[in-house]
């Protein structure tokens, strides 16, 4: 790990508009019984989201997706399967959603999966943001952050950020390839795509330990 770390700028909420559609908001019943919520970022027609939360019925999942024809799709798929009670889809910049919306401390795992890469602008890219600051709010401690790109570059930078700019730990990384994990079944739209082209897919999951956070 030798990239340089720059200074991410304090976050301040009083900079993040309230999101619309927050005003007569009221969490689903589900999210109020006590499991345990995760969040995904960006979550586009939401291949992952469905499946994760078919996989996992007693955990309840908020996935947030921006561009409209993204989380349209995503929510006919969701329309189609009723029984997905534990998956609440919003349709936001989770940037303002979350800053507003979601309490400190209520989530255990979070999944940024493919986000856009930003190569123009570094101070865009998630772990470079000053609401990571507010991110990692929301993660309970001991929560989890998991990263996954199909650029080598962003995700030496990320794992750098987690560790020295955040204070995280890091508890799993991976490097796969349709030549390395032929059995691997795509988690997303974007992750087909590109094992199907013959890249290599990289994935990051940090840990957020109470002790290493910063005030
Ligand atoms: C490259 S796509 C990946 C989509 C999906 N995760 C996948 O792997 O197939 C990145 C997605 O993040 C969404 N996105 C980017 N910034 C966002 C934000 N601030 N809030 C919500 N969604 C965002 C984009 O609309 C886009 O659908």
């Not at 770390?5 to 689903?28: M, Q, Y």
């Not at 730990?169 to 691997?184: C, H, M």
């Amino acid at each position: 790990m030798q990239k340089k770390v720059n200074a991410v700028r304090a976050f301040d909420p009083s900079s993040i508009e309230k999101p619309h559609g927050l005003t007569g908001f009221a969490w689903p019943a589900e999210f109020k019984d006590g499991a345990p919520w995760d969040l995904e970022i960006g979550c586009g027609v939401g291949w992952h989201p469905i499946k994760y939360a078919i996989d996992n019925p007693s955990r309840r999942l908020i996935a947030v997706e921006h561009t409209r024809e993204k989380f349209e799709s995503f929510q006919g798929r969701v329309f189609k399967h009723a029984q997905l009670k534990n998956l609440l889809p919003i349709h936001a910049d989770a940037i303002r959603w979350v800053t507003h919306a979601i309490p400190a401390g209520s989530l255990d795992r979070i999944f940024l999966l493919y986000p856009n890469p930003e190569p123009k602008a570094a101070n865009k890219r998630w772990l470079r943001m000053p609401f990571f600051q507010r991110l990692l709010e929301t993660l309970a401690p001991g929560g989890t952050i998991t990263l996954a790109t199909n650029i080598e570059s962003y995700f030496d930078e990320a794992r750098v950020y987690g560790v020295e700019a955040w204070g995280l730990e890091i508890v799993g990384e991976r490097r796969f390839n349709l030549a390395t994990a032929p059995d691997e079944a795509p988690r997303t739209h974007f992750e087909k795509k590109y094992l199907e082209r013959g890249e290599t897919c990289f994935d990051v999951t940090f840990r957020k330990d109470r002790a290493n956070l910063r005030p």
